[in-house]
C-alpha cells in the first residue's frame, strides 16, 4: 500500500459545516417535492453536534441497519432475500437489547459477601507453565507488565496471592488480569476442540470472574498507590477487551487521579535522575495518558489530563537504533496525544461552530501531523524488527503483527479526520474525496489482518475488533 501524504483540501467550500446523513443518501424518493427530500436538505446543513467519530459511525451503521430491516421487501420473492433481512433484524435486536438491559457491569463477579473468602485460582503448576513460557517466548504482556511492577516481578506476585492470606485487592486484580492476558496470548496457538484446551479456557474464565469480583468491590475513593493505579489501567484493558469502553473510561481517570496524586506526572518522581528517562512510575503514567488520550476519540471526551503540568520526559530517545522498542512507544504516546486534539479541535460541541474555512485548515494540519508520524513508525517497527533479527532474539511476528495492526489505525484515524471536511456546496455527496480514500484503505489493512494467520484463533480477532 502506498505512503499517501496529505490531500489538498484548499478548494473545498467553507460555507456549510460536514452534515451527517449517508443513510438518506441510499434511499432518494423519486420527487423533489417530498417531506423527505426537504428533510434531507435540512439534514444535510446540520452540524455533528459532538459526538466522537466513533460513537458518530457505530450509531450512524445501527440507524442504517434499522431502517434497512424494517423495510419491506415486496418485490423480493428470494429466500436469500429474506434470510438477509431476518440476520439483520436479529442484529438490530441483540444491540437493542443491549442497549436496554439492566445487566451488571460485571455480569461474572460473585455476590459480595460479608467476609472475605479466598478466591478460586488456577492451580499455580498452570501459572507456572504459563510464565515459564511467555518468559521463553519474549512475550510482550509479560514484559511490559515486569517493566510497569515496582520492585517486583508477576511471579513474586503470583505467590503472595497464592500463598499469603496478606494480598491487597490491588494485587489480586493484577494477578487475574495478568493471567488472563498471558492464557489468552497461549490460547492463540491451540484449536479448542480437545479436553486440554477447554480446561484451559475454563481457567482464563475463573481469572476473569475473580478479576470483576475485586473490580466490582472498589469504592468511589481508592487510596493512591503503585499497585492500585495498575490494576486500574489493567481494568481499563480488560474493559476494553470485552468491549464496555465506558467503563474502560471510568478506570483510566481513576487511574490517572492516583498516578496524579503520587506525582508519577512529575519529573522528581517519575523519571531516573541520572538518565533522563522515565522509571517504572513514569512509564506507567505514559501508558495511562496514551490510553486515556486514546478514549477521547472513541467515546467523544475531552481529555481530564493537562499536558502542562507533565514534567517527566517521554521514553525512548531520538536516536531509535539504541533502544527501537522504547521509541515506538515514543511515538504511540505522540499519537494518543494527537487523537485527543482530533476530537478537541474537529469533534467537540465548540469545534463544529467553527468556520468551514477554519475547520478545513485544523483537518489539513491534523493530517499532515499524523501522516509525519505514521511515516517515522513504520521505520522505527523496520529497525525493530531489524534489530531483534540480527541479533537472534524473538518477537519478530509480533512486531510485524503491530505493523499491521498500525496500518488500520492510521487510515482510519486519518478517515476520521477527513470525515470532519466541509461539503462542496450543491453536491450530493457528503464526505469528500480523501476521506473516502482513506476509508478504502482502511478497509484493506483490515481484511489483511482478519484474513491473515495471525487470526487463527478468536481471542486475538475478538480483542483486535474491540480495540
Not at 101 to 121: G, K, W
Not at 200 to 218: F, G, Y
Not at 305 to 322: F, K, R, Y
Not at 422 to 427: A, F, G, I
Request: charged share 20%.
Amino acid at each position: 500500500m502506498e505512503s499517501a501524504s496529505p490531500m489538498n483540501l484548499h478548494s473545498y467550500s467553507s460555507q456549510r459545516p460536514l452534515g451527517n446523513y449517508l443513510t438518506e443518501q441510499h434511499n432518494l424518493p423519486p420527487s423533489d417535492d417530498t417531506p423527505d427530500k426537504q428533510k434531507h436538505k435540512q439534514d444535510k446543513n446540520n452540524p455533528i453536534e459532538g459526538l466522537s467519530s466513533f460513537s458518530a459511525h457505530s450509531t450512524h451503521a445501527i440507524d442504517f441497519l434499522h431502517k434497512f430491516a424494517d423495510a419491506r421487501c415486496d418485490d423480493c420473492d428470494g429466500n436469500e432475500i429474506e434470510e438477509l433481512l431476518d440476520s439483520m433484524r436479529a442484529i438490530v435486536d441483540a444491540v437493542k437489547v443491549r442497549r436496554q438491559s439492566t445487566q451488571s457491569l460485571f455480569p461474572l463477579a460473585t455476590p459480595l459477601t460479608t467476609q472475605r473468602t479466598p478466591p478460586e485460582l488456577p492451580p499455580i503448576q498452570v501459572v507456572v507453565a504459563v510464565i515459564r513460557k511467555a518468559q521463553e517466548q519474549c512475550d510482550l504482556t509479560l514484559g511490559v507488565l515486569n517493566e510497569l511492577l515496582h520492585d517486583r516481578s508477576l511471579s513474586d506476585m503470583c505467590m503472595t496471592v497464592y500463598f499469603s492470606e496478606d494480598y491487597s485487592d490491588a494485587e489480586l486484580i493484577i494477578v487475574n488480569l495478568a493471567l488472563y492476558f498471558l492464557l489468552a496470548d497461549t490460547e492463540s496457538t491451540v484449536t479448542g476442540d480437545n479436553p486440554r484446551d477447554r480446561i484451559h479456557a475454563e481457567h482464563r474464565l475463573l481469572c476473569q470472574r475473580n478479576a470483576e469480583t475485586a473490580l466490582s468491590k472498589l469504592s468511589l475513593y481508592v487510596g493512591a498507590s503503585h499497585n492500585m493505579t495498575l490494576a486500574l489501567a489493567l481494568g481499563a484493558i480488560y474493559a476494553i477487551d470485552i468491549s464496555r469502553p465506558s467503563l474502560a473510561w471510568t478506570f483510566i481517570c481513576a487511574a490517572y487521579q492516583s498516578a496524579y496524586s503520587l506525582g508519577y506526572h512529575t519529573w522528581a518522581r517519575g523519571s531516573n535522575v541520572s538518565s533522563n528517562t522515565p522509571n517504572q512510575f513514569g512509564l506507567l503514567f505514559w501508558v495511562i495518558y496514551y490510553l486515556e488520550k486514546h478514549f477521547c476519540l472513541r467515546l467523544g471526551r475531552c481529555s481530564t489530563i493537562i499536558d502542562t503540568e507533565i514534567t517527566i520526559p517521554l521514553p525512548g530517545s531520538a536516536d531509535q537504533a539504541t533502544n527501537p522498542g522504547m521509541g515506538y512507544c515514543r511515538l504511540i504516546i505522540r499519537t494518543g496525544s494527537l487523537t485527543s486534539r482530533i476530537y478537541q479541535e474537529l469533534y467537540s460541541m465548540q469545534a463544529t461552530g467553527l468556520s468551514g474555512d477554519l475547520r478545513t485548515q485544523k483537518v489539513l494540519n491534523l493530517s499532515q501531523e499524523l501522516c509525519a508520524i505514521r511515516d517515522e513508525s513504520r521505520k522505527t517497527l523496520l529497525i525493530w524488527a531489524r534489530y531483534r533479527s540480527d541479533h537472534d532474539l524473538s518477537g519478530v511476528d509480533m512486531i510485524e503483527y503491530l505493523a499491521k495492526l498500525d496500518e488500520v489505525f492510521w487510515w482510519s484515524t486519518l478517515t476520521l479526520i477527513y470525515r470532519a471536511v466541509p461539503p462542496q456546496p450543491d453536491l450530493a455527496v457528503s464526505f469528500a474525496d480523501e476521506c473516502i480514500t482513506a476509508a478504502r484503505a482502511a478497509l484493506e489493512s483490515h481484511q489483511n489482518i482478519t484474513s491473515s494467520s495471525e487470526q487463527s484463533s478468536s481471542r486475538p480477532l475478538s480483542s483486535y475488533i474491540n480495540w
